[in-house]
């Protein structure tokens, strides 16, 4: 499988991001594919993932209500709409596809480690206060 993230930047308090990650070379319809991040000096954190067999969507407390999760499935493409965005989302983004989803959704919705799973290279965020 390749994870392939864009639209990461840099950009002011308050502003918006669009993040990008198109999907190849995976054909399994139960998944969960979404996002995590990591920001300087520290563990890597669940941000959001989405459940491919309902499409129901997951996001961590820190970002409920200012991220939101998409999926395009003709462009095989997943998104994460970044609004209201504060310095402390400055992070590299990764996009990460998994098969073991109560893992997935354990790592963003209580923060438990994610130990496995295919991930992207990673796009930088940058939220300038």
């Known amino acids: 499988v390749q994870l392939v993230e864009s639209g990461g930047g840099l950009v002011q308090a308050g502003g918006s991001l669009r993040l990008s990650c198109a999907v190849s070379?995976?054909?399994?319809?139960?998944?969960?594919i979404g996002w995590f991040r990591q920001a300087p000096g520290k563990t890597r954190e669940g941000v959001s993932c989405?459940?491919?067999?309902?499409?129901?969507?997951y996001y961590s407390d820190s970002v409920k209500g200012r991220f939101t999760i998409s999926r395009d499935n003709a462009k095989n493409t997943v998104y994460l709409q970044m609004n209201s965005l504060k310095p402390e989302d400055t992070a590299v983004y990764y996009c990460?596809?998994?098969?073991?989803?109560?893992?997935?959704?354990?790592?963003?919705?209580?923060?438990?480690?994610?130990?496995?799973?295919?991930w992207g290279q990673g796009t930088q965020v940058t939220v300038s206060s």
């Open positions: 990460v596809l998994d098969t073991s989803i109560p893992d997935y959704i354990a790592a963003v919705v209580y923060g438990a480690p994610m130990a496995h799973g295919s």
């Open positions: 070379g995976f054909t399994s319809d139960y998944y969960a």
């Open positions: 989405v459940r491919t067999v309902d499409g129901n969507t």
